[in-house]
């Protein structure tokens, strides 16, 4: 799964504790809010059942931004 964050809004991503209860081995996303204006962000998943390239770390990345740059041109 990735996360998909508009340049604009986008502060810096971090790890989340590895240990603990909850949610671990993840990561965190900060990105700048500002009142009357949405945060827009967008989630992306490769299904390796569905398509056995997304078993490839750099096919997922190359779909990733391929996603973003489709993003872009909507001018989200």
Do not use: C
């Amino acid at each position: 799964m990735g996360l998909l964050v508009p340049t604009a809004q986008f502060i810096r991503y971090e790890e989340a504790p590895t240990e603990g209860e909850g949610i671990i081995q993840t990561h965190l996303a900060a990105i700048k809010l500002s009142e009357g204006v949405p945060a827009r962000y967008a989630f992306f998943t490769g299904w390796e059942l569905q398509n056995s390239s997304f078993t490839d770390e750099s096919y997922f990345k190359e779909q990733l931004a391929n996603a973003a740059l489709k993003l872009d041109e909507i001018s989200w």
